[in-house]
């Protein structure tokens, strides 16, 4: 029913298309004929080598660039200049994490007084600094509005034996260190992206007395929630998950990779929730755009691009406590201080912005889907986009 029912949207869709290019059936072929003379097929062909031209070399360049990038260890894509506060790599537990305060442009004053706000990075097979590598970006408003800014990142390499444990763990410390920093502001605002996010929300549930308001974006929180409605709601992944049989893929990578996971694996099932996007229409913008869309696009392959690892324990963890398990919102998973991760015990207000129309739409259901099963309705309150 489910392959019936998405032949025959594709089949819709594709007569849709057609009937768009070809237009008006009654007209015939007077149209496109009347434009086939020799003159416009010339400039066509000016104008096709010339954006074949500016595309292959936009390709050299983001080629380039991932050389370039790799050989400088993968530093953060971070618009804004910065200053190592906490490297995490000197903690009695090492992490491959470290806390950065955001250095203020040029015509930016920042108010020590106003409540710090601290971004958590997604570590999800790429690298850091997606919430600040444009002017235009987390960092760039709330430094505008003079709040200090801290940036959590995280190295490429992880440190041996590391966990998800020990990285919350971490993230407490960067916290505290924070409003030591700032004794007299209002307790810091949390941001986290796509993975940070529910890296936040464990946090605020582990911490409560020293974590502020807590915004998600994209954030996957309730793995199990399926389809609010049929036909284009279906997530290929959902099968996909089913088809290759749980978490033992994720397992057997690893153990490929001599206990460290590859985060391009990660980056490909992100590539598969959409292949058109993935394999024609990226790349038919850049064609189209030639002139002017490079820039925008090498700038987010930059950070695209970079793929980080994992140690085996970490991708278990996520596999088996949160892709299949389910257990991020529930009261199954337990803090190094023994404290029960269950966001029904944190006080902070949260706001959670689903995705709707990104790289993954259908997540907005997983980032939602989990506040009907906690005690968190009263003090939620959801931003849809």
Known sequence: ???????????????????????????GLSTPVAGMDP??????????????VLFWDTLRQRGNNFVENTMQGLKPVLHFGYETVLDGRQFERPVNYAMLKITPPDGVTIDDSRRPYVIIDPRAGHGPGIGGFKDDSQVGVAMRAGHPVYFVIFFRD???GQTLLDVCEAEQQFIKKVR????????PAIIGNCQGGWAAMMLGASDPDDTGPIVINGAPMSYWSGAWSEGEGDNPMRYSGGLLGGTWLASYMADLGNGKFDGAWLVQNFENLNPANSLWDKYYNLYEKADTEPPRFLEFERWWGGYYLMNREEIEWITRNLFVGNKLWGVTSKTPAARRSTYARSARPSCCLPRWATISPRRSRHSIGWWT????????????R
């Open 1 to 27: 029913m489910v392959l019936q029912r998405r032949l025959k949207h594709a089949q819709e869709a594709y007569s849709g298309r057609v009937q768009q290019a070809v237009g008006d059936p009654g007209a």
């Open 158 to 160: 992880p440190e041996p």
């Open 39 to 52: 003159m416009s097929g010339y400039a066509y062909a000016i104008d096709s080598m010339q954006r074949a």
């Open 373 to 384: 099963s906690t005690a968190v309705p009263r003090r939620l309150r959801l931003a849809a």
């Open 180 to 187: 030591a920093l700032h004794p007299h502001s209002a307790k």
